[in-house]
């Protein structure tokens, strides 16, 4: 069931399991619901310390997974948190939808489309993507420093749900930590992932080998890069392309 309200959707859960968090009602785009893990604080310096952290290498890296959206086509951003990387798909002519269970996080992504005069070219869904259904596929599911935030059973069971929402020879574009075995590559992967932990509900886990996760769920990979620390430091983050 969805609530649009000022541009924003909330999903009402049906049938959850445990862990999964129906939303309360929204009031102008902010849910009541107080189990929003990332919260006003997070949300507002995220994008700094994404930018900070990586010396703009997860910045990079999402602006060439947009850059595989065609013009007119659909696409859902699962997890898009602030949605810094929409800004351009929307101005291009991408039908965006933007799913994010964090009030707060989503509030950032209307404040930024709205300084754009955007606001109404793209619907957010206030929701946990496991109880998002929106009764229809899309050319794209874009997935940037998502799957990362699960431990490994349930990034697998994300991806095959992405993989319910798309079309077929529909493309799942992820932007993540690169798979790693070195020690300081995992060092790098850990510090954020325990920091985060104790501040979200994201899972502890190692590096995730986002292909080998795709492939298993039958992806095609069409595209991979990988993106350097500061352009010139060691390739620790990547981006894939794959298609249905
Ligand atoms: C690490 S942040 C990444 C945000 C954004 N994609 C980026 O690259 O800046 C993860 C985001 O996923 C959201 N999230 C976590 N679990 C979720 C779930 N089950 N359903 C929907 N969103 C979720 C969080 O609220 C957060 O905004």
């Not at 994404?50 to 850059?67: D, H």
């Not at 799957?147 to 932007?175: H, S, Y």
Request: with cysteine.
């Amino acid at each position: 069931m969805i609530h649009p309200i000022d541009g924003v959707a909330s999903l009402a859960a049906e049938g959850s399991a445990d862990d999964l968090r129906p939303m309360g009602p929204i009031t102008a785009g902010m849910s009541s619901d107080t189990r929003d893990d990332y919260g006003p604080l997070l949300a507002t310096v995220y994008d700094s310390l994404a930018w900070a952290y990586s010396a703009g290498a997860i910045g990079a890296c999402k602006r060439w997974g947009v850059a595989h959206l065609q013009p007119g086509s659909s696409v859902l951003f699962a997890g898009a948190g602030s949605a810094t990387e929409v800004v351009d798909p929307v101005r291009g002519g991408v039908h965006c939808d933007i799913v994010d269970r964090s009030a707060a996080m989503l509030s950032r992504a209307r404040k930024r489309l709205q300084r754009c005069g955007l606001e109404h070219q793209a619907t957010m869904y206030e929701t946990d993507l496991r109880f998002f259904e929106p009764g229809r596929t899309y050319d794209a599911v874009v997935a940037h420093f998502f799957l990362n935030v699960f431990d490994m059973t349930t990034m697998l069971a994300m991806m095959e749900r992405m993989q319910g929402l798309l079309r077929p020879k529909g493309l799942l574009i992820v932007g993540d930590f690169a798979m790693g075995h070195q020690f300081l590559q995992m060092l790098y992967h850990d510090l954020p992932m325990h920091l985060f932990s104790r501040w979200t509900d994201s899972a502890l886990h190692e590096i995730h080998d986002v292909a080998a996760a795709a492939q298993t769920h039958g992806f095609r990979l069409t595209a991979h890069r990988f993106f350097r620390w500061g352009r010139l430091g060691p390739p620790w983050f990547g981006s894939w392309v794959f298609e249905r």
